[in-house]
């Protein structure tokens, strides 16, 4: 009788599909994954399909991949405070000389004077042009503006510790008599046109806005007595398709942040 126990077990266990004598060696119920039966298996004894008993059978092995975590990304700093002064930030103030009565009225604005920050011996001047240019210590620069009014911006094309020899040589260059008349020439400098050039030289990015002399407005009271004193009296015209550049364009660049102010 033992021995026929053994045959008919030796019988069952041959008769297996690869598949399942390899789910058995892991302990797992061939029945998990099923699969197209092989020619081997047809010739298997017909047996009675075994249903697992969920409270003996150990459960299903499912694979499951583990949740992609997606990192928060981290809050974008806030841009850090601007301090201090730099050498090439661009100056202005409400000049009170004789012609600034019209330069208020042909541009529509109270500031019309504009220098360039230079430092010296660890202390701040103005490179500004007055005929010729000159450096004026900043303190006496803001004195000559209304009520001591400044403002102070930096150009962002511009940077100090690689164009400040530049910019000296520039300012240089541009050191040529003050332009009564307000014409973009190399031969004069008003104030304005020296900080516009001496960036376009140094940067390649002109500061501020270039307009034409008929942008101006030029029907105001001081504008026509300062034309008619400059111009017409020693028998020249307004060229009203001269280029100009005015220190408000410059402030309005949308390329300068504002540093610091007084007004």
Known sequence: MKTKNIILLTFTFLTLSTEQIFAFSRGKPFWEKRSTPSNSAQHAPVQTPVTPTPTTSAPPIVSQTPPVVV???????????????????IIFIQSQSSQSAALREATGSVWTHVGLLVKQNSKWYVAE?????????????????????????????????TMRSAMLAAIQKYNKPYDIYFEFSDTRTYCSELTYKVMLDVTGQGLGRVQKMRDMKLDGPYVKALVQKRLTDIGKELNLDEDIITPVSQMLDPDVTLIEKKD
């Open 129 to 161: 042009a007055v005929g010729p240019v000159v450096s004026t210590p900043m303190s006496e620069f803001i004195a000559r503006s209304k009520d001591k009014a400044y403002e102070i911006y930096r150009f962002r094309h511009f940077d100090p510790t």
């Open 71 to 89: 990192p928060t990304p981290a809050p974008t700093p806030a841009p850090a405070p601007v301090s201090g002064y730099q050498e090439g930030d």
